[in-house]
Protein backbone atom coordinates (compact mmCIF):
# COMPACT_ATOMS: atom_id res chain seq x y z
CA UNK A 1 0.00 0.00 0.00
CA UNK A 2 1.29 3.55 -0.38
CA UNK A 3 1.38 6.31 1.73
CA UNK A 4 -1.20 8.30 -0.67
CA UNK A 5 -3.53 5.24 -0.59
CA UNK A 6 -2.89 4.70 3.33
CA UNK A 7 -4.21 8.57 3.94
CA UNK A 8 -6.61 8.50 1.50
CA UNK A 9 -8.49 5.13 3.94
CA UNK A 10 -8.33 6.70 7.05
CA UNK A 11 -9.95 9.38 6.13
CA UNK A 12 -12.65 10.70 8.87
CA UNK A 13 -14.26 14.10 8.63
CA UNK A 14 -13.31 16.16 11.46
CA UNK A 15 -15.68 18.93 13.17
CA UNK A 16 -13.81 20.16 16.03
CA UNK A 17 -10.45 22.03 16.04
CA UNK A 18 -7.84 23.42 18.10
CA UNK A 19 -7.27 27.20 19.00
CA UNK A 20 -4.16 27.02 16.26
CA UNK A 21 -3.73 28.67 12.92
CA UNK A 22 -2.79 27.06 9.87
CA UNK A 23 0.62 28.89 8.68
CA UNK A 24 0.84 30.68 5.51
CA UNK A 25 3.30 28.04 3.79
CA UNK A 26 0.76 25.10 4.62
CA UNK A 27 -2.09 27.31 3.28
CA UNK A 28 -0.18 27.65 0.10
CA UNK A 29 0.62 24.42 -0.54
CA UNK A 30 -2.49 22.83 0.45
CA UNK A 31 -4.26 25.29 -2.10
CA UNK A 32 -2.22 25.01 -4.93
CA UNK A 33 -2.18 20.79 -4.71
CA UNK A 34 -6.11 21.67 -4.35
CA UNK A 35 -5.55 23.65 -7.76
CA UNK A 36 -3.79 20.58 -9.50
CA UNK A 37 -7.10 18.74 -9.87
CA UNK A 38 -8.47 18.07 -13.40
CA UNK A 39 -10.97 20.24 -14.51
CA UNK A 40 -13.64 20.06 -17.64
CA UNK A 41 -11.11 21.27 -20.66
CA UNK A 42 -8.90 23.12 -18.18
CA UNK A 43 -11.44 26.21 -17.69
CA UNK A 44 -11.01 25.70 -13.90
CA UNK A 45 -14.86 26.68 -13.64
CA UNK A 46 -14.28 27.37 -9.74
CA UNK A 47 -12.70 29.86 -7.35
CA UNK A 48 -11.82 29.75 -3.85
CA UNK A 49 -12.70 32.24 -1.02
CA UNK A 50 -10.48 31.69 2.22
CA UNK A 51 -11.48 32.91 4.98
CA UNK A 52 -9.85 33.26 8.20
CA UNK A 53 -11.13 36.66 9.97
CA UNK A 54 -13.27 34.97 12.94
CA UNK A 55 -15.39 38.41 12.43
CA UNK A 56 -16.43 36.83 8.94
CA UNK A 57 -16.30 32.96 9.93
CA UNK A 58 -18.79 34.10 13.09
CA UNK A 59 -21.16 35.88 10.28
CA UNK A 60 -21.13 32.65 8.07
CA UNK A 61 -21.80 30.81 11.29
CA UNK A 62 -24.87 33.11 11.80
CA UNK A 63 -26.49 32.16 8.83
CA UNK A 64 -25.46 28.39 9.02
CA UNK A 65 -24.97 27.13 12.68
CA UNK A 66 -22.52 24.36 11.85
CA UNK A 67 -19.47 24.89 14.72
CA UNK A 68 -16.54 23.34 12.31
CA UNK A 69 -17.50 26.83 10.70
CA UNK A 70 -16.79 29.16 13.98
CA UNK A 71 -13.75 27.01 14.82
CA UNK A 72 -12.26 26.81 11.99
CA UNK A 73 -8.54 27.90 11.32
CA UNK A 74 -9.48 28.92 7.83
CA UNK A 75 -12.49 28.06 5.86
CA UNK A 76 -12.64 27.90 2.48
CA UNK A 77 -15.78 28.76 0.41
CA UNK A 78 -15.92 26.75 -2.94
CA UNK A 79 -17.64 29.31 -5.43
CA UNK A 80 -18.88 27.46 -9.10
CA UNK A 81 -17.40 30.31 -11.27
CA UNK A 82 -18.51 31.02 -14.89
CA UNK A 83 -17.84 34.42 -14.43
CA UNK A 84 -14.65 34.36 -15.65
CA UNK A 85 -15.80 32.29 -18.38
CA UNK A 86 -17.90 35.12 -19.60
CA UNK A 87 -15.55 37.45 -19.65
CA UNK A 88 -13.07 34.76 -21.68
CA UNK A 89 -16.33 33.77 -24.36
CA UNK A 90 -17.11 37.73 -25.04
CA UNK A 91 -13.93 38.21 -26.84
CA UNK A 92 -14.83 36.06 -29.62
CA UNK A 93 -18.77 36.12 -29.60
CA UNK A 94 -21.86 38.19 -28.27
CA UNK A 95 -23.32 35.23 -27.25
CA UNK A 96 -23.14 33.53 -23.49
CA UNK A 97 -25.28 31.13 -22.36
CA UNK A 98 -24.18 29.59 -19.16
CA UNK A 99 -27.93 28.68 -18.25
CA UNK A 100 -28.60 25.07 -17.56
CA UNK A 101 -27.86 22.07 -16.23
CA UNK A 102 -24.41 21.47 -17.96
CA UNK A 103 -23.17 24.86 -16.63
CA UNK A 104 -23.82 23.37 -13.68
CA UNK A 105 -22.04 20.18 -13.23
CA UNK A 106 -19.41 21.91 -15.06
CA UNK A 107 -18.99 23.76 -12.02
CA UNK A 108 -19.82 21.93 -9.36
CA UNK A 109 -17.27 19.22 -10.81
CA UNK A 110 -14.52 21.03 -10.91
CA UNK A 111 -15.54 22.51 -7.81
CA UNK A 112 -15.98 19.52 -6.29
CA UNK A 113 -12.13 17.96 -7.46
CA UNK A 114 -9.93 20.80 -6.29
CA UNK A 115 -12.23 20.48 -2.55
CA UNK A 116 -11.36 17.27 -2.30
CA UNK A 117 -7.89 17.60 -3.33
CA UNK A 118 -7.32 20.20 -0.93
CA UNK A 119 -9.06 17.89 1.94
CA UNK A 120 -6.47 15.33 0.95
CA UNK A 121 -3.59 18.25 1.07
CA UNK A 122 -4.79 19.14 4.10
CA UNK A 123 -4.57 15.55 5.73
CA UNK A 124 -1.79 14.62 4.67
CA UNK A 125 0.18 17.59 6.36
CA UNK A 126 -2.04 16.82 9.73
CA UNK A 127 -4.84 19.09 9.11
CA UNK A 128 -8.47 17.81 9.54
CA UNK A 129 -11.45 19.29 8.00
CA UNK A 130 -15.33 18.92 7.09
CA UNK A 131 -16.96 19.62 3.66
CA UNK A 132 -19.94 22.32 4.66
CA UNK A 133 -22.57 21.52 2.10
CA UNK A 134 -24.95 22.91 4.10
CA UNK A 135 -24.14 26.34 2.49
CA UNK A 136 -25.96 25.83 -0.15
CA UNK A 137 -29.40 25.93 1.80
CA UNK A 138 -28.47 29.86 2.28
CA UNK A 139 -27.30 30.50 -1.03
CA UNK A 140 -28.75 33.49 -1.53
CA UNK A 141 -27.15 35.22 1.86
CA UNK A 142 -23.88 33.73 1.53
CA UNK A 143 -23.36 34.88 -1.71
CA UNK A 144 -24.19 38.33 -0.45
CA UNK A 145 -21.90 38.16 2.22
CA UNK A 146 -18.92 36.70 -0.26
CA UNK A 147 -20.07 39.62 -2.72
CA UNK A 148 -20.21 37.00 -5.12
CA UNK A 149 -20.87 38.12 -9.10
CA UNK A 150 -23.12 37.38 -11.74
CA UNK A 151 -22.30 33.48 -12.94
CA UNK A 152 -20.71 32.70 -9.46
CA UNK A 153 -22.73 30.49 -6.54
CA UNK A 154 -21.69 28.89 -3.40
CA UNK A 155 -20.96 25.24 -3.80
CA UNK A 156 -19.73 24.13 -0.55
CA UNK A 157 -17.28 25.12 2.04
CA UNK A 158 -14.37 23.34 3.94
CA UNK A 159 -14.04 24.08 7.66
CA UNK A 160 -10.06 23.12 8.16
CA UNK A 161 -8.20 23.35 11.65
CA UNK A 162 -6.01 21.60 13.80
CA UNK A 163 -8.22 18.39 14.62
CA UNK A 164 -9.52 18.48 18.11
CA UNK A 165 -10.96 15.20 18.08
CA UNK A 166 -10.78 11.81 16.40
CA UNK A 167 -13.45 9.06 15.23
CA UNK A 168 -12.89 5.72 13.66
CA UNK A 169 -12.73 5.23 9.61
CA UNK A 170 -16.74 5.57 8.67
CA UNK A 171 -17.71 2.61 6.79
CA UNK A 172 -18.43 2.41 3.26
CA UNK A 173 -21.14 0.43 1.20
CA UNK A 174 -19.89 -3.05 0.38
CA UNK A 175 -17.48 -2.46 -2.86
CA UNK A 176 -19.62 -4.73 -4.99
CA UNK A 177 -22.83 -2.59 -4.22
CA UNK A 178 -21.25 0.48 -5.93
CA UNK A 179 -18.64 -1.21 -8.23
CA UNK A 180 -20.17 -3.28 -10.91
CA UNK A 181 -18.51 -5.26 -13.83
CA UNK A 182 -19.57 -4.29 -17.14
CA UNK A 183 -23.69 -2.87 -16.49
CA UNK A 184 -25.31 -1.60 -14.08
CA UNK A 185 -26.98 -3.31 -11.28
CA UNK A 186 -29.89 -2.26 -9.22
CA UNK A 187 -29.77 -2.78 -5.56
CA UNK A 188 -32.31 -5.25 -3.76
CA UNK A 189 -33.96 -3.07 -0.78
CA UNK A 190 -31.99 -5.90 1.75
CA UNK A 191 -28.51 -3.82 0.96
CA UNK A 192 -30.13 -0.81 1.84
CA UNK A 193 -31.31 -2.77 5.20
CA UNK A 194 -27.91 -4.12 5.87
CA UNK A 195 -26.30 -0.57 5.36
CA UNK A 196 -28.70 0.48 8.11
CA UNK A 197 -27.13 -1.66 10.18
CA UNK A 198 -23.86 -1.17 9.67
CA UNK A 199 -24.32 2.62 10.10
CA UNK A 200 -26.06 2.23 13.57
CA UNK A 201 -23.19 -0.29 14.45
CA UNK A 202 -20.81 2.25 13.97
CA UNK A 203 -22.74 4.94 15.04
CA UNK A 204 -23.34 3.13 18.60
CA UNK A 205 -24.75 5.17 21.12
CA UNK A 206 -24.22 8.84 18.97
CA UNK A 207 -26.90 7.36 16.61
CA UNK A 208 -29.99 10.16 16.28
CA UNK A 209 -31.24 8.51 13.04
CA UNK A 210 -30.90 5.58 10.48
CA UNK A 211 -29.07 5.99 7.08
CA UNK A 212 -32.31 5.17 5.20
CA UNK A 213 -34.19 7.57 7.47
CA UNK A 214 -32.08 10.14 6.31
CA UNK A 215 -32.57 9.58 3.02
CA UNK A 216 -36.02 9.92 3.08
CA UNK A 217 -35.51 13.22 4.89
CA UNK A 218 -33.48 14.46 2.16
CA UNK A 219 -35.59 13.31 -0.93
CA UNK A 220 -38.91 12.78 0.54
CA UNK A 221 -39.42 16.46 -0.22
CA UNK A 222 -38.78 19.35 -2.72
CA UNK A 223 -35.56 21.08 -2.34
CA UNK A 224 -34.74 24.33 -0.94
CA UNK A 225 -35.41 27.11 -2.87
CA UNK A 226 -32.38 29.37 -2.09
CA UNK A 227 -30.20 27.27 -4.44
CA UNK A 228 -32.55 27.45 -7.17
CA UNK A 229 -33.25 31.35 -6.31
CA UNK A 230 -29.68 31.62 -6.09
CA UNK A 231 -28.46 30.63 -9.16
CA UNK A 232 -31.57 32.30 -10.99
CA UNK A 233 -30.11 35.74 -9.68
CA UNK A 234 -26.80 34.68 -10.82
CA UNK A 235 -28.09 34.20 -14.23
CA UNK A 236 -26.52 30.12 -13.91
CA UNK A 237 -30.43 28.90 -14.20
C1 LIG B 1 -20.91 17.66 -0.72
C2 LIG B 1 -20.76 17.39 0.75
C3 LIG B 1 -21.39 18.20 1.66
C4 LIG B 1 -21.27 17.97 3.03
N1 LIG B 1 -21.87 18.83 3.90
C5 LIG B 1 -21.71 18.66 5.23
C6 LIG B 1 -22.24 19.62 6.13
O1 LIG B 1 -22.87 20.62 5.75
N2 LIG B 1 -22.04 19.43 7.46
C7 LIG B 1 -21.33 18.34 7.93
O2 LIG B 1 -21.17 18.23 9.15
N3 LIG B 1 -20.80 17.42 7.09
C8 LIG B 1 -20.96 17.56 5.75
N4 LIG B 1 -20.39 16.68 4.86
C9 LIG B 1 -19.55 15.57 5.39
C10 LIG B 1 -20.27 14.21 5.26
O3 LIG B 1 -21.31 14.14 6.21
C11 LIG B 1 -19.24 13.10 5.47
O4 LIG B 1 -18.25 13.19 4.48
C12 LIG B 1 -19.90 11.72 5.40
O5 LIG B 1 -20.79 11.53 6.46
C13 LIG B 1 -18.84 10.62 5.46
O6 LIG B 1 -18.10 10.73 6.66
P1 LIG B 1 -16.52 10.88 6.64
O7 LIG B 1 -16.19 12.07 5.77
O8 LIG B 1 -16.13 11.10 8.07
O9 LIG B 1 -15.96 9.63 6.10
C14 LIG B 1 -20.49 16.88 3.50
C15 LIG B 1 -19.85 16.07 2.57
C16 LIG B 1 -19.97 16.32 1.21
C17 LIG B 1 -19.24 15.43 0.23
Given at each position: MTETIKLMKAHTSVRRFKEQEIPQADLDEILTAGQMA??????????????????????????????????SAAFLLFVGDLNRAEKGARLHADSFQPQGVEGLLITSVDAALAGQNTLLAAESLGYGGVIIGLVRYKSEEVAALFNLSDYTYPVFGIALGVPNQQH?????????????????????????????????????????????????????????SSTRKNLEQKKLL
Open positions: SSWKNFQSYSVILVRSQEKKDALYELVPQEAIRQEVKPRLPLNQVVFEEEYQEQPVEAILDYDKVQADYAGARATTSWSRRLAEQFGQAEP
